[in-house]
């Protein structure tokens, strides 16, 4: 849908302190493709008028992509680089709004709805209705037949909130979206004209109303003044000096008139008329609704109450804007529900137990409301279990994996985890002794035939991961963790801010961490001749939900190794093995990230069949282990990046899961997946649990692969 925004302020400043704001909520709050085309500076009170014999002249902005932060420009020659540019013209609003819908933006399409303002003021009544330019570029658009809606925010002080003009505008997309989406068909009305008081008390409970123009009349707009000015044979105008100099011609004692409507007895008369018109509305805190015809006439049957569709429910987002997934959440909040409220503050009431309103929670674990997850079932959805060590603690997972082999032993898992020892140990001095109690990995340790992998249990984004295959190498592992432990951060070799190799960069604090997972190292991952014979894993998002059903979503990346792959030794390099990106930082080039489905040369159906097998049974393991391990709650879920590895037989293994996996990871060029892995836990688990009906269609690519595979549905509600 192609939208044009103009209006009679101008371009973002002063004048006009919210037409940046209004933009950003439109592109947060819909799909729309906009179109902007501004007055070059403030052209108020100047209605539906056009120049005649006046050449407009257009320009352009690159507006700041934060509201209220100046623009760039401007310059006369579009830059076409992709960026984001408004086109300014020295004409009135009315001519903007004729050029942009006839010539500034043939290339997007027809435009379909016009949009006026916001209105840096009110236009409610005749008086203001009939000379303002927001309405009168609203009546054009009328008149070229597109349907258009004014827009004017009523301010009582000149000291304007951006808190206050962030709920306005997002109240006005609303209001304008239900608006467009209700059009009378049979073409009574033409144009809307809405009135905003912008106040603290604005929410989405303020009262809408439809109302009528108030029919007011007012005396003189002008005073009389004294002629205080003299022409200059040049043309230039001049004040009255106490002399007047023999050189100056002057027209002294000509009739002036200055502008000066008193507009305070304008607005104190409103009290004097019935209500059911704009401006008492606007007096009275609601907001107005007003239908017109293009020929500023009323439409009869429009009376009372508007009411818009309560949201479904509010949601919680309490990341950063500038965060990678913010964006993406809330553009799939809006996009796919239409009255959604999205709120940022950590510490807003909604939040706390009690407030009986709706809320989906996305958050940081730490910021998360527990006490409401575990006592309101009904009203709260977080985005996180509480108790789900089972599965992101490498050493609690290969508990729960070994555990459940014992109990199923024809599981999947007996052949694709790989063999795993649990070790605890606190200082290097100790590890004969701990060996002793893994013995089957001492003696294979002792044989030297088998090379290894040490994981901190706890750690993540692959710091402190090690390979040996010698006892010698592993003590040796546990004295460098300790020697780091006790260097000074004054004596590292490396500024804070520079770059570090990945063998000097992923390091480990003994003193933080006592738990460890040895796995049995694969040797013959799977190779790509296409992808540089690269070791790589497969990051898969697995989704759990309620208690419980897992879905893993099919959409998969390959996550390679910076450098070829060649057998371990003992001089190994870990940027050849180790395939973590996070670890990889300015080095990470483009074959680091790519799509599973993109990869060539192997049985990809076969690998995404062990994946969802391991998938559903790697849960159901968790789920055993109980709920002090694992704690599934009907009023949560939770994206896991679930990592796996393929050998050269097309064997996949599990390596472990993570909690709160780094999207960021998956870079711009790939952020259509995480994207799409949003819209589907939207679609599938957000809507279903606050029962929306009205949820719009989530587009994909008909590929299938951007969809939630279930892989275990099992009903274990009595573990809360």
């Not at 002036?256 to 401006?279: C, M, Y």
């Not at 959805?381 to 109990?407: E, G, M, P, Q």
């Not at 044989?447 to 010698?470: A, C, N, V, Y």
């Not at 395939?579 to 300015?586: A, E, K, P, R, V």
């Amino acid at each position: 849908m192609h939208v044009l925004v103009t209006n009679d302020d101008g371009p973002p400043g002063s004048d006009s302190p919210f037409v940046d704001y209004f933009i950003d909520a439109l592109k947060k709050y819909t799909d729309w493709n906009i179109s902007v085309a501004l007055p070059d500076c403030q052209k108020s009170w100047i209605s539906k008028a056009h120049v005649i014999g006046h050449t407009m002249t257009a320009s352009y902005i690159t507006p700041s992509p934060t509201p209220g932060e100046p623009y760039e420009g401007p310059y006369y020659k579009k830059r076409n680089q992709g960026v984001e540019e408004w086109a300014l013209l020295d004409g009135t609003p009315a001519s903007c709004a004729q050029v942009g819908i006839h010539h500034l933006f043939k290339d997007k399409g027809p435009v379909n709805l016009v949009l006026s303002g916001p209105n840096f003021g009110r236009n409610s009544s005749a008086l203001f209705i009939l000379s303002s330019g927001t309405i009168g570029a609203a009546m054009e658009g009328a008149l070229c037949g597109i349907p258009s809606i004014g827009l004017s925010f009523a301010y009582n002080s000149p000291i304007l909130d951006a808190e206050h003009t962030k709920t306005a505008c997002w109240l006005s997309v609303r209001l304008i979206k239900y608006l467009y989406d209700a059009w009378p068909k049979d073409d009574t009305v033409d144009l809307y004209s809405i009135n905003i008081p912008l106040n603290a008390e604005l929410s989405g409970e303020t009262k809408i109303q439809y109302t009528h123009i108030l029919e007011n009349r007012w005396g003189s707009a002008f005073e009389y003044i004294e002629d205080t000015v003299l022409k200059s044979a040049t043309g230039e105008l001049v004040e009255v000096a106490d002399q007047v100099q023999p050189e100056i011609d002057d027209k002294s004692g000509r009739l002036q008139f200055r502008w000066k409507p008193n507009l305070k007895a304008v607005h104190d008369g409103v009290t004097e008329w019935p209500e059911g018109n704009d401006a008492y509305a606007i007096a009275h805190g609601f907001i107005s609704v007003t239908p017109l015809r293009a020929n500023y006439q009323g439409v009869a049957g429009y009376t009372g109450e508007l009411k818009l569709p309560s949201p479904s429910f509010t949601a919680v987002i309490t990341y950063m804007p500038t965060s990678y997934i913010y964006p993406l959440l809330t553009a799939n909040l809006h996009s796919l529900f239409p009255n959604v409220k999205i709120i940022s503050d950590p510490n807003d009431p909604v939040i706390e137990e009690g407030s009986g309103i709706h809320v989906f929670h996305y958050a940081e674990y730490e910021d998360l409301n527990f006490e409401r997850l575990m006592a309101d079932r009904e009203h709260y959805l977080a985005c996180s279990y509480i108790y789900r060590k089972a599965l992101i603690r490498k050493n609690f997972l290969a508990h729960a994996i070994a555990t459940y082999k014992v109990k199923h032993p024809n599981t999947i898992l007996t052949k694709h985890f790989p063999e795993s020892y649990e070790l605890e140990l606190d200082y290097a001095e100790y590890l004969d002794e701990m060996l002793d109690e893994i013995y089957e990995f001492r003696d294979q340790l002792i044989e030297g035939d088998s090379w290894w992998i040490l994981k901190p249990s706890m750690s993540d984004r692959g710091q402190g991961i090690r390979l040996f295959h010698t006892r010698e190498e592993l003590k040796e592992i546990f004295e460098s963790y300790e020697e780091n432990d006790d260097e000074d951060d004054e004596e590292e070799s490396y500024d804070d801010d520079a770059v570090k190799p990945i063998s000097e960069s992923n390091g480990v604090v003994t003193s933080q961490v006592r738990f460890f997972l040895i796995q049995k190292y694969i040797k013959n991952p799977l190779m790509l001749e296409s992808c540089g014979n690269r070791k790589f894993h497969i990051r898969t998002y697995v989704v759990a939900s309620g208690a419980l059903k897992v879905y893993v979503y099919k959409d998969m990346l390959a996550l390679f190794a910076l450098k070829q792959y060649s057998s371990p030794d003992s001089d190994s390099d870990l940027e050849a093995h180790l395939t973590n990106t996070c670890l990889q930082g300015d080095f990470k080039d483009e074959g680091s990230v790519r799509r599973f489905w993109s990869l060539e040369g192997f049985d990809k159906d076969t690998v995404w069949d062990q994946i969802c097998n391991i998938t559903g049974e790697t849960f159901a393991a968790a789920v055993s282990l109980g709920r002090l391990h694992f704690q599934p709650l009907p009023n949560a879920f939770e994206i896991y990046g679930v990592d796996f590895l393929v050998d050269s037989d097309l064997n996949t293994s599990i390596l472990e899961v993570n909690a709160y996996p780094d999207f960021a990871q998956t870079g711009n060029e790939l952020k259509e997946l995480v994207d799409g892995l949003f819209k589907n836990v939207l679609t599938e688990i957000v809507a279903p649990f606050f029962k929306v009906k009205d949820i719009q269609e989530s587009q994909t690519d008909g590929s299938g692969y951007g969809e939630l595979a279930l892989v275990l549905d099992q009903n274990v509600s009595g573990a809360w």
